[in-house]
Nanobody, 119 residues
Framework: QVQLVESGGGLVQAGDSLRLSCVVS????????MGWFRQAPGKEREYVGA????????YIRDSVKDRFTISRDDAKNTVYLQMNSLKADDTAVYYC????????????WGQGTQVTVSS
């Protein structure tokens, strides 16, 4: 059974940075497309970005691509979301996900980590 555990969320001020981590257990992270999603209060869950399998590229949604970066460390079975210059609009629960093929339809989800940005 694959398990994803996020960490690194918290309460920060606008302009601060956070790095979220997602540790994968049960399988090798390199077997999956790994993605990050977020859900703000009262809004639907939205895709943030993804890292392809085995050294492939990373992708970030246009609205945050100048501030957010995805990386993966296959040796540590971990995926990261580096978030810089945080804004109040970034406040959300951030979820890690793993997909065999298409990150739009992930097979596995983490429990989420709360990020709150005060303005």
């Amino acid at each position: 059974q694959v398990q994803l555990v996020e960490s690194g969320g918290g309460l920060v001020q606008a302009g601060d940075s956070l790095r979220l981590s997602c540790v994968v257990s049960g399988r090798t992270v390199s077997d999956y497309v790994m993605g990050w999603f977020r859900q703000a209060p009262g809004k639907e869950r939205e895709y943030v970005g993804a890292a392809s399998k085995r050294g492939g590229g990373t992708y970030i949604r246009d609205s945050v691509k100048d501030r957010f970066t995805i990386s993966r460390d296959d040796a540590k079975n971990t995926v990261y979301l580096q978030m810089n210059s945080l804004k109040a609009d970034d406040t959300a629960v951030y979820y890690c996900a793993a997909a065999v093929r298409n990150i739009v339809q992930p097979e596995f989800w983490g429990q989420g980590t709360q990020v709150t940005v005060s303005s």
